[in-house]
């Protein structure tokens, strides 16, 4: 389906796809400050620089000159990742002020985003936290500075609750707390997590047993059923090299539908598979995800890593133009 994209949001994701002067995508060679986001497996990823301009011995007194980012995602993904380093140069802001900016601030400048483009905006914000941390540790300012808990800093060492995102209790939490997230709605729309699979919805340590555990226990809610993950190929003393073409194509059919197919449709995009001859899988991608300009990444990091992980390592995918 299309999504409901304001015009600042077109304009910003058009001029940036077109390279126009005065877009920002790219990256700093020596940053002072530099951060990351997300991953490309997951269907977002953010690396994001700065530079400083320094006005005498006082690193409080730095102001950001100019920022760059280099993102794998959607339409938001790109037009957010532009409006940040647009609202860093406009104000030439200190990386201590900089840290205030949240990702309602982002979504603001972009004249609104659809709620299930949300978590767009939050990698935007991540990232940036991310780089003025670097240009602290090395200008040597204290974190307690800049407002952050240094145990925010070791999130991703605690336990994994989406695994399909692979992300954290920790960071779930504190983005619960930061975005006001009460439920599981909420987090998916802001963090993603929960919006492939859903078996991280209701189990024990879920991402329900989080809200209950902040904000206390909320009446029940209707959620889809969980999704079971792709089972497992029986063991053969051949190994898989031992299936059939038949039960190789099954297997990939079960991957897509399980694992890729949601993923995709999270964006408003979806998958059909044209053709399986052994091991090349011949698709297509469709809704939003086959306009866009990261399709090849999506076919490479989402799809063929999804059956290379899950069914054969030597899978190729091969996209299919109408």
């Not at 953010?46 to 760059?68: S, Y």
């Not at 307690?144 to 992300?167: H, K, T």
Request: proline share 6%; aromatic share 4%; with cysteine.
């Amino acid at each position: 389906m299309p999504w409901d994209y304001s015009n600042k949001v077109m304009q910003l994701f058009r001029d940036a796809i077109a390279g126009k002067a005065g877009t920002h995508f790219g990256r700093i060679d020596v940053p002072d400050g530099e951060g990351h986001h997300g991953s490309m497996q997951c269907g977002d990823a953010m690396e994001f620089t700065f530079r400083v301009e320094r006005t005498g011995d006082d690193p409080k007194a730095d102001r950001i000159m100019e920022a760059r980012y280099q993102t794998f995602g959607c339409t938001s993904a790109i037009a957010s990742s532009e409006a940040l380093c647009r609202m860093l140069e406009e104000r030439k802001i200190t990386p201590i002020q900089a840290i205030s900016i949240q990702n309602a601030d982002i979504v603001d400048y972009l004249e609104g985003l659809p709620p299930q483009k949300l978590h767009c905006s939050v990698m935007g914000a991540e990232a940036l936290q991310a780089a003025v941390v670097d240009w602290a540790r090395k200008r040597g300012v204290a974190l307690a500075d800049l407002g952050i808990d240094p145990s925010q800093l070791v999130e991703d060492e605690g336990r994994v609750v989406c695994r399909c995102f692979n992300l954290t209790e920790p960071y779930v939490r504190r983005k619960a707390k930061e975005l006001n997230l009460r439920s599981i709605d909420d987090i998916t729309s802001a963090i993603k997590a929960g919006g492939a699979c859903t078996s991280c919805h209701h189990e024990p340590g879920g991402l329900q047993d989080i809200l209950n555990d902040i904000w206390g226990v909320q009446p029940p809610a209707v959620s889809a059923p969980s999704i079971p993950l792709p089972e497992q190929v029986p063991s053969s003393p051949l190994g898989r090299n031992a299936r059939t073409p038949y039960q190789m194509a099954k297997e990939i059919e079960r991957v897509v539908e399980k694992i890729v197919r949601p993923r995709l449709q999270l964006e408003g995009g979806d998958i059909e598979i044209v053709e399986i001859r052994d091991k090349k899988v011949f698709c297509r991608l469709l809704g939003v995800c086959a306009a866009c300009t990261g399709a090849q990444q999506t076919l490479s990091f989402v799809v063929e890593d999804s059956l290379r992980d899950n069914v054969d390592p030597e899978i190729e995918v091969i996209p299919v133009t109408v």
